[in-house]
């Protein structure tokens, strides 16, 4: 559904991301980790035409829109969310999910119901008139979430949508990006909670070393792992599922290495 090829962005004389594939399917939840400054978010920006990169092509369901704006590609399916909460927090939750609504068209009473219907899918329809800004962080987050899905997205990235979360709320997110997952959305995910990840994430690719960002996808060796479990193929070997990745701290260039916790 999503591919992007040999994607590569630099700031300067910085460079935040060099020569990176990756891809997303239909029906499955695909992680994107790594340490702080890997180049995660370049890359969502990237995909949603924030960012021009200098070389590369991003490819949406067969079709290329490197050369797309962000407005076009989100009308061709792309939905996100933002690492930094981007509501508008004077409305209510309702009314925020409601804007989504009507960049579709969708008023009045069938958008109303349509936004109460949203909310209660994930779980706000208790705060549904309360304004967004005197939500807790989590609540927040996950009201952007029900925004994003008001657009109908084919592929949904999130950024950290479980930053300040508890563990309940936590799960009950896994569980509802597994069940969009099943509806057939494609979803990227970047998350530093590395349960959720393992949890629910079918791939997994990993940023990794300051100076030549590489990704590593999973593999399912059939003599280590059972069909369907995600594990994480370093530069140094793999890790299955009971084993977490220890990610190196920002700054660092030596690649990840994964040990048990």
């Given at each position: 559904?999503?591919?992007?090829?040999?994607?590569?962005?630099?700031?300067?004389?910085?460079?935040?991301?060099?020569?990176?594939?990756?891809?997303?399917?239909?029906?499955?939840?695909?992680?994107?980790?790594?340490?702080?400054?890997?180049?995660?978010?370049?890359?969502?920006?990237?995909?949603?035409?924030?960012?021009?990169?200098?070389?590369?092509?991003?490819?949406?369901?067969?079709?290329?829109?490197?050369?797309?704006?962000?407005?076009?590609?989100?009308?061709?399916?792309?939905?996100?969310?933002?690492?930094?909460?981007?509501?508008?927090?004077?409305?209510?939750?309702?009314?925020?999910?409601?804007?989504?609504?009507?960049?579709?068209?969708?008023?009045?009473?069938?958008?109303?119901?349509?936004?109460?219907?949203?909310?209660?899918r994930v779980g706000l329809a208790a705060v549904a008139d309360r304004p967004a800004d005197v939500l807790p962080t989590g609540m927040a987050r996950v009201l952007e979430l029900a925004r994003a899905l008001a657009c109908e997205p084919k592929v949904l990235l999130l950024d950290e949508p479980s930053s300040g979360l508890d563990n309940a709320e936590g799960d009950r997110l896994g569980e509802l990006l597994t069940e969009l997952a099943g509806l057939g959305m494609a979803i990227l995910l970047v998350e530093h909670d590395m349960n959720l990840v393992m949890r629910i994430c079918s791939k997994i690719f990993v940023l990794v070393d300051q100076t030549n960002r590489r990704y590593h996808a999973p593999t399912v060796p059939a003599a280590s792992a059972k069909a369907g479990e995600p594990v994480i193929r370093f530069n140094d070997g793999i890790a299955p599922p009971a084993q977490r990745p220890v990610l190196p701290a920002s700054g660092s260039s030596r690649r990840c290495r994964c040990t048990m916790k």
């Amino acid at each position: 559904m999503l591919r992007v090829e040999e994607i590569s962005v630099s700031f300067g004389g910085l460079r935040a991301l060099d020569s990176v594939d990756l891809d997303v399917g239909a029906g499955s939840v695909t992680g994107l980790i790594g340490p702080n400054g890997a180049g995660k978010t370049t890359m969502f920006n990237v995909i949603t035409g924030l960012q021009r990169p200098e070389r590369g092509r991003v490819i949406l369901d067969g079709r290329d829109i490197t050369g797309e704006g962000s407005k076009q590609r989100a009308r061709l399916g792309l939905g996100r969310t933002f690492q930094r909460l981007e509501l508008f927090g004077s409305l209510s939750a309702r009314d925020n999910v409601l804007v989504a609504l009507e960049s579709r068209g969708l008023t009045g009473r069938k958008g109303r119901q349509l936004a109460d219907d949203l909310l209660t899918r994930v779980g706000l329809a208790a705060v549904a008139d309360r304004p967004a800004d005197v939500l807790p962080t989590g609540m927040a987050r996950v009201l952007e979430l029900a925004r994003a899905l008001a657009c109908e997205p084919k592929v949904l990235l999130l950024d950290e949508p479980s930053s300040g979360l508890d563990n309940a709320e936590g799960d009950r997110l896994g569980e509802l990006l597994t069940e969009l997952a099943g509806l057939g959305m494609a979803i990227l995910l970047v998350e530093h909670d590395m349960n959720l990840v393992m949890r629910i994430c079918s791939k997994i690719f990993v940023l990794v070393d300051q100076t030549n960002r590489r990704y590593h996808a999973p593999t399912v060796p059939a003599a280590s792992a059972k069909a369907g479990e995600p594990v994480i193929r370093f530069n140094d070997g793999i890790a299955p599922p009971a084993q977490r990745p220890v990610l190196p701290a920002s700054g660092s260039s030596r690649r990840c290495r994964c040990t048990m916790k």
